[in-house]
Antibody, heavy 120, light 107 residues
């Protein structure tokens, strides 16, 4: 059974850093494209970042480029999102999600989400 | 960036009735379009990808159609568990972008 479990969220001040983790089971993240999607309180979904299964290419939304870094530890089957220089507008529930496949950039499995709150 | 526009923002439907949700892309996304369902406090659930392919375990009452810039999600006979917010997403171009959502509520 595919499972994704996020952790690492919390309350931080503007300008601080946080690292989110997403532990995967039931499949191998190194063989799959993996993404982070966020949702601000009461708002819609916003794609944040994707790391490809093969080659580890990374992609970012303009809103986080240069501040966030996606990575993975294949030995731990875990995905990460390093978030630096956090802003109030980064406050959201962050979901990790598995892409359907390398040619289909939508997400068939999602974690339960972890809340990041950035205060001023 | 491709802008995805969903309509209507809110759709009031009685159980057993048909619901038709629309999604428009600011430029062609071919058939690289997905639909998700999200209930309060839950993660999104993939319903449709490739504009018309149902994801695993999705009931046949959910049908996706369209290509290019105009897409539709039809729920043939609304069940109580279908009242939720629905999002479309294009994955033809980076960045991937979502519509703002359509809330399907009980009439």
């Amino acid at each position: 059974e595919v499972q994704l479990v996020e952790s690492g969220g919390g309350l931080v001040q503007s300008g601080e850093s946080l690292r989110l983790s997403c532990a995967a089971s039931g499949f191998t993240i190194s063989s799959n494209d993996m993404s982070w999607v966020r949702q601000a309180p009461g708002k819609g979904l916003e794609w944040v970042s994707t790391i490809s299964g093969s080659g580890g290419r990374t992609f970012y939304a303009d809103s986080v480029k240069g501040r966030f870094t996606v990575s993975r530890d294949n030995s731990k089957n875990t995905l990460y999102l390093q978030m630096n220089s956090l802003r109030v507008e980064d406050t959201a529930v962050y979901y990790c999600a598995k892409d359907v496949d390398s040619w289909t950039g939508c997400n068939d499995y999602w974690g339960q989400g972890t809340l990041v709150t950035v205060s001023s | 960036e491709i802008v995805m526009t969903q309509s209507p923002a809110t759709l009031s439907v009685s159980p057993g009735e048909r619901a038709t949700l629309s999604c428009r892309a600011s430029q062609s996304v071919s058939s690289n379009l997905a639909w998700y369902q999200q209930k309060p406090g839950q993660a999104p659930r993939l319903l449709i990808y490739g504009a018309s392919t149902r994801a695993t375990g999705i009931p046949a009452r959910f049908t996706g159609s369209g290509s290019g810039t105009e897409f539709t999600l039809t729920i043939s006979s609304l069940q109580s568990e279908d009242f939720a917010v629905y999002y479309c997403q294009q994955y033809n171009n980076w960045p991937r972008t979502f519509g703002q959502g359509t809330k399907v509520e009980v009439k």
